[in-house]
Structure formats: structure tokens, C-alpha cells
């Protein structure tokens, strides 16, 4: 059988940007045991400048296919195609933002957005000039040279993504970014994303637990099922209007109707996983 990769590209269709090909994700068994396949014949892809998010109940292996997708993984079978080509070793067109911001608590603000472009050997004033214009565009101007334990929270995730887009990706992948925010917060980063998202739109593959953030910031919703052997059970186009906030969005008839839809499908995926999480 013709796999999903392929049939896209002999029909013709735009290559996407990231795609999973029948991805099987197995890790040894404990003492010797059954080996665990945390992720099996998954197929998904995110199209160029599309913003996808995945949601799947607690260990379900959302994070195991965003390490793939990054080459920090090499998966047990099957394969990820990045522009359509097979990828080899570390995704270097995408950036990565973890779940807790991998920021240098002996660096400050500035000195932790300009890290990346340092490796890149960029010289240090043209470095410095793109840092402080990213920490301008996300709302930290005159907070250079403050150290990481002297920001909020939200400062602080402002700070890693301004580390991770000043090195400009073709792609992010975004592992909960958000999910220790309080709620106004995440509300607030979640806008700046959209607003940043928007003025280039980069292919991006969101994880997170929250079906109401997956709905509020995507084009299409991806919904995996319960572990172990984890794997797409549908997909959802979100048809919200753009541009949108993500707190007066979910007041919408739409949001309603789509959350309704998606959760109808998550649920009994949800209840699986805790019920073998009891275990």
C-alpha cells in the first residue's frame, strides 16, 4: 500500500513541510521484558505555513513524536520527511521550544536570545542589534538585562521565544509551551504566538493536553489515541477566523461545535488512559 507521503507527491499536492510516515516509536522492556510501543504506524503532516496541533490523553506519546520530529529520536520504523525529503539526524530547519523554557539562569535576557546566534558565529553587535529588536517584539524592551529568577513567568517564556525564533526556522515544534501559566497568562502568550505566527507563518506542530488551546490556536487538530501503541484517530480542520483571541474565541457558536465534535472523540481516549494509569 502506498504510503500517505507518497501518495500526496505523485498526486501532485503541495509537499508538506513536516510529515510522519507510518512512524513506530518501541523502547526496551524493563529487566528484559516485552518491549513498549509507545508510538505505532503514526502518519500525520503539518503543511507549509499551517499551524497543527496534537492533543491526546496524559503519556499517550505526543512528546516521543515531537522528538522525532526534531531528530532527537530516530524512530523504530517508518520514516519523517522534512520538504519531502527523509530526515537524517537533527531537524536543523526546525526550532524547538520545550515544555520548561532551556534558558541560562547565569545569562540575562539578552545575553540568553543572542546564545543562539553566538553559535551560529554571528558578530556580536549585529547579534545584539536582532536580540534586542526580538525582545522588543515580545514585549520585553528594557528588561535586557534582567536575569532569569528576576522575570514572571510569562517573561520568561517571552524570553525563550525570542531564543527561538531569532535564529529564524522554517518550523517549530512546540511541546506545551504554555501549560505552567496561570490562565490570563497563557491567554496572553498565546496571542503574541498568533501575532508572530502570522507576520511569516512558519509550518508549526503544537503539543498540548488543553483541547481549548488546541481549537483557539489552530488550522487543524490532530487527536491521538491512548498508549501504549499510540496512533492518529481523526483529524479536525478548525474553519475560525483569523485573526483571532484566544480568550473571546471560545465564546463563539463555532468553538463550541468543534469542541464538541473533537471531544466526543478524545474522551473515551481520555478515560482509557487514566483507567491503565490506575494500574
Not at 507521503?5 to 516485552?34: I, Q, W
Not at 504554555?178 to 498565546?190: G, K, N, P, V, Y
Not at 498568533?194 to 488543553?210: E, G, P, Q
Request: charged share 25%; hydrophobic share 45%.
Amino acid at each position: 500500500m502506498e504510503s500517505a507521503a507518497a501518495t500526496a507527491a505523485s498526486a501532485g499536492d503541495v509537499v508538506p513541510a513536516l510529515a510522519f510516515d507510518r512512524v513506530t516509536c518501541a523502547f526496551a522492556g524493563r529487566n528484559g521484558g516485552a518491549r513498549y510501543v509507545a508510538v505505532k504506524d503514526a502518519s500525520l503532516s503539518v503543511g507549509p505555513g499551517e499551524f497543527v496541533s496534537v492533543v491526546g490523553p496524559t503519556g499517550c506519546g505526543k512528546s516521543t513524536l515531537l522528538n522525532v520530529a526534531a531528530g532527537l529520536l530516530a524512530p523504530s520504523a517508518g520514516r519523517i520527511l522534512v520538504d519531502g525529503a527523509p530526515l537524517d539526524g537533527i531537524n536543523a530547519r526546525a526550532g524547538y521550544m520545550f515544555q520548561s523554557e532551556a534558558l541560562m539562569p547565569w545569562r540575562s535576557a539578552l545575553a540568553n536570545v543572542v546564545a543562539g546566534l553566538e553559535f551560529h558565529h554571528v558578530p556580536r553587535n549585529e547579534s545584539e542589534t536582532r536580540a534586542r529588536d526580538w525582545l522588543r517584539r515580545v514585549g520585553l524592551a528594557g528588561f535586557e538585562e534582567r536575569y532569569p529568577h528576576q522575570l514572571s513567568g510569562g517573561m520568561r517564556k517571552r524570553v525563550a521565544l525570542a531564543q527561538t525564533l531569532i535564529l529564524d526556522p522554517e518550523m517549530l515544534l512546540m511541546d506545551e509551551p504554555f501549560s505552567a501559566l496561570d490562565i490570563q497568562t497563557r491567554h496572553l502568550m498565546e496571542n503574541e504566538l498568533l501575532d508572530l505566527w502570522s507576520a511569516d507563518r512558519k509550518s508549526v506542530l503544537f503539543i498540548t493536553h488543553d483541547l481549548e488551546e488546541a481549537i483557539a490556536l489552530s488550522d487543524r487538530v490532530v487527536v491521538l489515541s491512548a498508549g501504549p501503541e499510540t496512533h492518529p484517530l481523526g483529524e479536525f480542520a478548525i474553519d475560525l477566523l483569523r485573526p483571532r483571541d484566544v480568550a473571546e474565541i471560545r465564546l463563539s457558536r463555532r468553538f463550541i461545535e468543534l469542541h464538541e465534535a473533537i471531544w466526543r472523540v478524545l474522551k473515551s481516549e481520555v478515560l482509557k488512559g487514566y483507567a491503565q494509569a490506575k494500574r
